[in-house]
């Protein structure tokens, strides 16, 4: 007679690790994120765009990193989002997913990947699984998008849903705060229940007045994101060059500076130029014999 075997139980801190400073060798998983909601535990995530930073935001703990569109402002030299394509897009989040090995990498979908409708939609998302190896994809808009995200998420692919100042749109609405007035507020309420609905498992809140989001993250049973949205949502995400200073110019008001990358870069390339023309760079340690 033979007996079935029991598999091994996954420890529990394997199972449903703390997603910031946890120690787990796997990939954070969406699962993990509805698992940290229950628990009230708040988690980081920032944007990442190649594979050099993303390893250093990996080692730091970071556990979810955004391939955003916002790579077309910081990253490519282009003045808005609208501009960056299919092929940028993959072609960098493959960069952040090989320099990562715990943190879950989401990859935006460009604009004009999935407005023309829900196959389009899953066309797109499928080439960053696929080719770009992303564990879950966002997209912009709620109810005008909800056909996409059912399509893709009945697929297997887990898609962050995004309400608020939504930057594709930029033309048609601005930056500005979003949510203001009874009308408004109601909307993106619905928005943001029917993405849920839909299947996503997790709405950025971007420039979203912070007594709705607080409202938005009560009513939900999947974690918010907030970036210009109060702290009351659980997770908060921030553009990785605006946060370390690298970034030019005023930035915009909820943005936390916590280092001035810019500085340090441009005085050290000072510095290196300065030894270059006084030639005290290279010096014998720096050469071969």
Not at 29 to 42: F, M, Q
Not at 71 to 98: F, I, K, Q
Request: proline share 4%; charged share 20%; aromatic share 6%.
């Amino acid at each position: 007679m033979t007996h079935a075997v029991s598999p091994a139980r996954e420890p529990a801190s394997a199972a449903s690790p703390t997603l910031y400073g946890g120690t787990g060798t796997r990939r954070i998983t969406v699962r993990d994120l509805t698992l940290a909601k229950e628990r009230g535990e708040k988690w980081p995530m920032l944007t990442a765009y190649d594979a050099m930073t993303a390893s250093v935001f990996d080692d730091a703990g970071i556990p979810v990193m955004l391939v955003g569109d916002s790579m077309g402002n910081c990253h490519l030299g282009y003045e808005t989002t609208v501009p960056v394509t299919m092929d940028e897009m993959t072609l960098l989040s493959a960069a952040v997913v090989r320099g990562t090995s715990r943190a879950l990498i989401v990859g935006d979908l460009p604009f004009g990947s999935y407005q023309e409708g829900a196959v389009q939609a899953l066309r797109s998302a499928t080439r960053l699984v696929k080719e770009a190896g992303v564990g879950a994809v966002k997209l912009e808009g709620g109810q005008r998008s909800l056909a996409q995200t059912e399509l893709i998420v009945q697929s297997g692919i887990p898609v962050m849903s995004h309400l608020g100042l939504t930057p594709q749109s930029v033309n048609a609405m601005g930056y500005r705060v979003q949510g203001r007035g009874d009308e408004a507020a109601h909307q993106l309420l619905r928005d943001a229940k029917a993405a849920q609905d839909a299947g996503a498992f997790a709405v950025v809140l971007e420039l979203v007045p912070a007594e709705l989001a607080a409202e938005v993250t009560r009513s939900l049973h999947i974690p918010t994101v907030g970036i210009g949205a109060g702290s009351e949502c659980d997770a908060q995400v921030l553009v990785w060059t605006d946060m370390m200073g690298l970034t030019g110019g005023k930035m915009p008001k909820f943005v936390k500076q916590y280092a001035n990358i810019r500085k340090t870069m441009g005085d050290a390339a000072k510095a290196f130029a300065e030894d270059v023309v006084g030639g005290t760079f290279p010096q014998a340690e720096h050469a071969f014999h």
